[in-house]
């Protein structure tokens, strides 16, 4: 008798922990982004890039989980295509991030946040693909981009606005 059948339990092509390490690093590595969103006082935080990245992940293994049980039938079985799932994955999270971004009055507002949320997708999908140095690569790259930028954005703008002020007194 096989009890973990019973209660719905399925072998896995990837051992289960390594799907459980894979998700916890998607969720360090969209904690990295999101604390930074959440640092600059953003819309979209710690806890959205967290779900984002691994949403993203768990969508991807189960893609590919999927396509490793479906026996290739030559075309007369049923088929599956992994990168139609990574599409899909990577177009839900730009309808998320699109749905950060407004206009308000002559600007545009949640431009970054959307770009991160996306961003953060792109780094679950790598993780969960294994390429753990290229997804924490990227993850550290977008908090070099978000708060350095961020940096040197607000002091040119400070500078900016200290001399039109003095122009204008």
Do not use: C
């Not at 096989?2 to 998700?23: C, K, M, S, W």
């Not at 006082?41 to 969508?59: K, N, W």
């Not at 950060?100 to 961003?119: N, P, Y």
Request: charge should be neutral; proline fraction near 2%; hydrophobic fraction near 55%.
């Amino acid at each position: 008798m096989d009890v973990g059948n019973e209660f719905g339990f399925v072998q896995t092509y990837l051992p289960q922990h390594i799907i459980a390490i894979r998700l916890l690093i998607a969720a360090a590595l969209g904690a990295m982004i999101g604390f930074e969103r959440e640092f600059s006082t953003a819309e979209a935080g710690l806890r959205t890039h967290i779900l984002v990245s691994v949403a993203a992940a768990l969508f991807t293994i189960l893609a590919f989980e999927i396509y490793h049980t479906i026996e290739p039938g030559g075309g007369s079985g049923p088929q599956a295509d992994p990168i139609r799932a990574v599409e899909a994955v990577t177009a839900g999270i730009a309808f998320l991030g699109a749905g950060a971004i407004f206009r308000s009055g002559g600007s545009v507002q949640g431009l970054t946040t959307g770009a991160g949320m996306w961003l953060a997708g792109a780094v679950g999908l790598a993780t969960a693909l294994g390429y753990y140095i290229i997804a924490f690569g990227v993850a550290v790259l977008a908090v070099i981009v978000l708060a350095a930028l961020r940096a040197v954005a607000h002091n040119i703008i400070d500078r900016r606005g200290s001399k039109d002020s003095t122009r204008h007194s």
